[in-house]
């Protein structure tokens, strides 16, 4: 009897961990999971330094000239027409850094050349009977610069894998004037002069914008347009060979401007803010039962 009843407990012990096991199990599944470990802050590979190139042309012009002669006093009724610059092809390279994904800045050094200038200056001379006549002076020369910049861009977003971007910049312009000419014509006929190479150092600034394009993740095409005001240059002084007392005068192109077309590119040493993304474990697997 005492055998019976105990093998009866056994039963009922046996049947009982039967049926609870599986809803343990399934109580188990309803428990959250265990909130995943923090992610380590994003290591940067490489770094964000890029070397560019840029060619293009720009079309040049001048101001005003101003005329300096020896005593400080112009002809009667001096004038200066038909101000005239051809354009200029430039070629450049420079080195600069991304700072984000939309702000970045560069320093470059560009050569500008193949520019001939021109000018007419016209002036009453007296002659001997004192009836004045007209003189006429054609001057020309070429001009030859050497700028260099500091700049800075704004990135305004890509759409269709095209960056539009803004940017201005500031430094200096070293230019040369050279093969300088003045040769009369009218009450002036037969005079000719001559002035010898100058270079004139002065301030330089650019407004910019233009489209980029990512041919690979660090190569980068650009087409941009920049207004580049390269300050003024300067003559030395003219001396005549038949005319000795035309000689002294010297001249001054005041505010130089190019409005240039650049085609550029940019290559990135190392990638821009590469980052090594950080992959957690899976979770493990939970059998439902």
């Known amino acids: 009897m005492r055998r019976s009843k105990l093998n009866a407990l056994v039963r009922s012990l046996t049947l009982l961990a039967s049926v609870g096991a599986p809803c343990l199990g399934y109580a188990a599944d309803l428990l959250p999971p265990l909130p995943p470990e923090p992610l380590p802050p994003p290591v940067e590979i490489g770094g964000a330094w890029y070397l560019r190139g840029d060619v293009g042309v720009g079309a040049v ?36 850094y991304q700072f984000n994904g939309f ?6 050094g560009e050569y500008r050349g193949g520019s001939r200038f021109s000018f007419v200056e016209k002036f009453n001379l007296p002659y001997p009977n ?23 861009y704004i990135d305004l977003g890509t ?4 960056t539009p971007f803004v940017g201005g910049g500031i430094g200096a312009a070293f230019h040369t004037i050279s093969g300088f000419n003045d040769t009369g014509a009218g009450s002036a006929a037969g005079g000719f002069g001559i002035a010898a190479t100058k270079r004139t150092t002065t301030l330089a600034w650019a407004a910019m914008a233009g489209l980029g394009y990512s ?18 240059a300067g003559t030395g002084p003219v001396t005549c ?13 005041k505010e130089i401007t190019s409005h240039d077309v650049r085609i550029g590119m940019r290559w990135l040493i190392g990638g821009v803010g590469a980052v090594a993304e950080y992959q957690p474990e899976p979770a493990p697997l939970i059998r439902k039962y």
């Open 61 to 96: 012009s001048y101001e005003k000239v101003v005329t300096t002669v020896k005593g400080g006093v112009l002809p009667g009724d001096y004038v200066i027409h038909q101000k005239n610059m051809g354009d200029q092809v430039f070629a450049g390279g420079g080195i600069g």
């Open 103 to 108: 702000l970045r800045g560069d320093i470059t």
């Open 130 to 152: 004192g009836v004045p006549a007209k003189g006429i002076d054609y001057d020309q020369g070429n001009l030859s610069s050497v700028v260099a910049m500091a700049n800075g």
């Open 159 to 162: 759409w269709y894998g095209l």
């Open 215 to 232: 041919v690979t993740p660090n190569l980068k095409l650009e087409l941009g347009y920049r207004y580049l005001n390269l300050g003024h």
């Open 241 to 253: 060979f038949n005319d000795p007392g035309c000689g002294g005068a010297s001249y001054r192109l």
